[in-house]
């Protein structure tokens, strides 16, 4: 029997380090779980244009809407804002010699990428994600 009085969050999603290996390709599995960050201007959605909703790759979750895409020229799919502010945490990450933000998605803990305060108005910010911590479900 699970421990539910230990889960507050129920929502969460968490899968042993062997099942996300099952589940995710070699490249989702390094980004997410190994915070990994794929090769600049390599990623499926960098030129993406179509309308549509981006989700979670590991877990579903609606991370980001193709309205909040903007063509920012630095390699990766970068967003305005998330598509809900409680489905994203965001942390500090001291890792190579850099003090930036990284995104993670709040249901499955997964390493989405970086937060930058590069980004146009009106909020200033430029989310910088990985294509393969995302899927794009087209409208
Ligand atoms: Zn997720």
Redesign the pocket.
């Known amino acids: 029997m699970p421990d539910t009085r230990t889960t507050p969050t129920e929502t969460k ?1 968490a899968k042993s380090e062997e099942q996300w290996r099952r589940e995710l390709t070699p490249m989702q599995y390094a980004v ?1 779980r190994e915070k990994a960050t794929e090769r600049p201007f390599s990623g499926e959605y960098e030129h993406e244009h179509r309308p549509g909703t981006y ?7 609606t ?1 980001f809407e193709s309205d909040a895409k903007f063509d920012s020229g630095c390699g990766w799919p970068s967003f305005t804002e998330p598509a809900v502010e409680s489905h994203v945490d965001e942390e500090t990450d001291t890792s190579n010699g850099m003090i930036r933000t990284e995104v993670l ?6 390493h ?1 990428g970086h937060v930058f305060p590069d980004g146009p108005a009106p909020t200033g910010l430029r989310y910088c994600i990985n294509s393969a ?1 995302l899927k794009l479900k087209p409208r």
Request: charged residues 5%; proline residues 0%; contains cysteine.
């Open positions: 999603v997410l989700v979670c790759a590991g877990c579903g979750n991370l998605c709040a249901k499955c803990s997964g989405l911590a």
